[in-house]
């Protein structure tokens, strides 16, 4: 019985009788150190593996495995795209029918007015082949002559907001490279800028890294295009006396400087102009560009391999 | 839990992981998309716990930014800690509470926006906040939407185990 003075668990606590011995790593503790050595190994290994790709995003082993690994999931890949594709099909047939009255009206209207320029530029081309041989005119590369499309499917989409970036199902086995131009039928959609044995990423007109030197059609003014707010184009360094309207077409400039060769050859369709601004304030014209192009439901592209010679 | 769990969960995850790079990164309602791999693996971190979840994170992380040719890693990293945090919220609070799948889906969808953020943030690249801002919304509603039925399916192929396989921190005295 314990003393007076003395409480309880002072009592308990002073009794002489032999505990068993703690074991220094009890199952709950165990497993406890057991979870947060695998969370570590794992935050470890997906540091480590970001790091070597970040440090050589386009070379090395790691890349190869990488390019390896993406072939041997694209069978599931077109797998589960075959699977979607009636309900995909079925969406844009609907989708298409709602829009095809007032579409039907626009593109009477736009195809009078391009059956009138065909002619024109058809007299005016001819003209200038001829001049061109005549005068023995030297001229860099131009689209479409001395490129081979490879065409291809587009295997995977941004995966984010953050991603600009598809993969296309053609890589160094189709003779792309890197900074090949990638177009569709409407017009450019962006550059490769990763390569793998049989498949390629390309970087589009709206990642932040992507600058195309573009030109007016109408008034040969010049520009860079580049991204805009959210996923919009812009034609950039326009100087403001220079004339840029509404509804003028742009395509890529091409080479100017053979010192400084372009990546892309002249005459690529990029865009309309949508909008033309002035500010007080800023050094350049803002203008905004509509992209031929369909940036976010790519199917299908063609990447621009030169031909030998050219 | 048994290796053949572990398999399980894994399948899972490879089909979910397909079937967002191939089909759902092109729907977008609203500036958002829909992500199933995200809510997989909630409902497997949820059922298994933290270390599942953690590594379900890692190999679905993974199988994205290969498929995508991405920057390898890069998912892996965030779904790992995502996928973590996800495993010891079941394990200890969230245990047998019909509303957890839903507290997480809604919860997670946001951190996985802004910790994917962060990451492009620390690797100098440009990552504008505006457009994750304006999208995560509409991806969070998707993601409820497809809450339940994965949450489900994940149930009935991963049947709940006995809590006292759970590790936890919390001993009671007495």
């Given at each position: 019985m314990a003393p007076p003075n003395r409480s309880a668990r002072v009592e308990v606590l002073g009794s002489s009788v032999q505990r068993s011995r703690s074991n220094a790593y009890p199952s709950r503790s165990r497993s406890a150190l057991v979870r947060r050595l695998v969370l570590a190994v794992l935050v470890l290994g997906a540091l480590a593996l970001l790091t070597v790709s970040f440090r050589s995003p386009t070379a090395g082993a790691l890349h190869d495995v990488q390019g390896a690994a993406s072939s041997a999931l694209r069978p599931f890949q077109i797998a589960a795209d075959r699977v979607a594709r009636p309900f995909r099909d079925a969406y844009r047939w609907f989708d298409g029918l709602t829009k095809a009255k007032s579409q039907n009206a626009v593109l009477r209207d736009e195809l009078r007015t391009a059956r009138a320029q065909a002619l024109a530029y058809r007299a005016a081309a001819v003209k200038a082949q001829n001049l061109e041989r005549l005068l023995n005119y030297e001229q860099g590369a131009t689209y479409p002559n001395g490129f081979r499309a490879v065409n291809t499917a587009v295997?995977?989409?941004?995966?984010?907001?953050?991603t600009k970036q598809i993969a296309i199902a053609a890589g160094a086995n189709k003779g792309i490279k890197l900074n090949t131009p990638v177009v569709t039928g409407d017009g450019l959609i962006g550059r490769v800028t990763n390569v793998f044995s049989k498949t390629a990423v390309v970087s589009l007109l709206?990642?932040?890294d992507s600058y195309v030197a573009a030109?007016?059609?109408?008034?040969g003014v010049r520009g860079v295009i580049r991204h805009g707010q959210g996923n919009t184009l812009i034609l950039d360094?326009?100087?403001?006396q220079a004339t840029v309207k509404k509804g003028d077409r742009l395509v890529t400039d091409g080479t100017r400087d053979a010192r400084y060769p372009d990546l892309y050859p002249y005459g690529i369709p990029i865009g309309t102009v949508s909008s033309v601004g002035i500010q007080?304030?800023?050094?350049?014209l803002q203008v905004q560009v509509a992209s031929f192009a369909d940036l976010g439901s790519l199917d299908s592209v063609a990447a621009l391999v030169k031909t030998k010679g050219s | 839990m048994s290796a053949f769990d572990g398999v399980k969960a894994a399948a899972l995850l490879f089909v979910a992981a397909i079937v967002q790079v191939s089909i759902l990164t092109q729907v977008h309602v609203l500036g958002g998309g829909p992500d199933l791999l995200l809510v997989t693996l909630v409902a497997v971190a949820l059922l298994r716990g933290s270390v599942f979840g953690a590594a379900g994170g890692f190999f679905g992380g993974i199988l994205v930014d290969v498929a995508t040719l991405g920057q390898l890693g890069l998912t892996a990293l965030v779904l790992t800690v995502a996928g973590y945090w996800i495993g010891r919220y079941g394990e200890t609070?969230?245990?047998?509470?019909?509303?957890a799948p839903f507290l997480s889906v809604a919860v997670v969808t946001v951190l996985y926006g802004f910790g994917l953020l962060l990451v492009h943030f620390v690797l100098g690249e440009?990552?504008?906040?505006g457009p994750l801002v304006r999208g995560l919304g509409p991806a969070m509603l998707l993601n409820l939407l497809l809450a339940a039925p994965v949450y489900g399916l994940a149930r009935r192929l991963l049947r709940p185990v006995d809590r006292g396989d759970f590790a936890t921190e919390v001993q009671l005295l007495g």
């Open positions: 295997i995977s989409f941004p995966s984010g907001p953050f709206t990642d932040p030109r007016d059609l109408k008034t360094q326009v100087p403001k007080d304030t800023a050094s350049y | 609070t969230g245990r047998e509470r019909a509303h440009r990552a504008p906040a």
